[in-house]
């Protein structure tokens, strides 16, 4: 497995990546944003040295990460890993506890490659994305 992107929750994407990202970062360009119906947000993509930053923003009040944003405030909220075979790990991360929070599903900003977003014991979210 390998670091594909740290994923982060916002309220807007725009908005966030001029007042937060390019004060930290300025050379830094924020990617193409897609919409992703199943997942129910919109994302971005802004690649750094070793990896990328997804912003992620609810497509609306009950988008599942809508509950993640407390008074205008983002935050991190998973690491992605890229794995060769889905539903191999996920099975092997069953067998230990893990708890799959959302199904292998395509992912739009993936062009349709899988995802799947599991929870450790300790309540970490991680992201695994498909291998092309």
Request: net charge negative.
């Given at each position: 497995?390998?670091?594909?992107?740290?994923?982060?929750?916002?309220?807007?994407?725009?908005?966030?990546?001029?007042?937060?990202?390019?004060?930290?970062l300025?050379?830094?360009?924020?990617?193409?944003?897609?919409?992703?119906?199943?997942?129910q947000?919109k994302?971005?993509?802004?690649?750094?040295?070793?990896?990328?930053?997804?912003?992620?923003?609810?497509?609306?009040?009950?988008?599942?990460?809508?509950?993640?944003?407390?008074?205008?405030?983002?935050?991190?909220?998973?690491?992605?890993?890229?794995?060769?075979?889905?539903?191999?790990?996920?099975?092997?991360?069953?067998?230990?506890?893990?708890?799959?929070?959302?199904?292998?599903?395509?992912?739009?900003?993936?062009?349709?490659?899988?995802?799947a977003?599991?929870?450790?014991?300790?309540?970490?979210?991680?992201?695994?994305?498909?291998?092309?």
């Open positions: 497995m390998k670091i594909h992107h740290i994923g982060i929750i916002v309220r807007n994407i725009q908005e966030h990546f001029k007042k937060h990202i390019k004060v930290i300025p050379h830094v360009s924020l990617g193409e944003t897609t919409t992703d119906p199943l997942q947000v994302v971005a993509f802004i690649p750094i040295d070793g990896g990328q930053f997804e912003l992620v923003e609810p497509l609306s009040e009950s988008s599942p990460v809508m509950a993640l944003l407390s008074s205008n405030t983002s935050g991190f909220h998973h690491v992605c890993f890229e794995v060769q075979n889905l539903d191999e790990k996920i099975t092997q991360l069953k067998s230990q506890g893990v708890i799959i929070v959302s199904p292998p599903k395509p992912a739009a900003a993936f062009d349709g490659r899988k995802i977003f599991v929870l450790t014991r300790d309540k970490l979210l991680w992201e695994l994305l498909e291998c092309p």
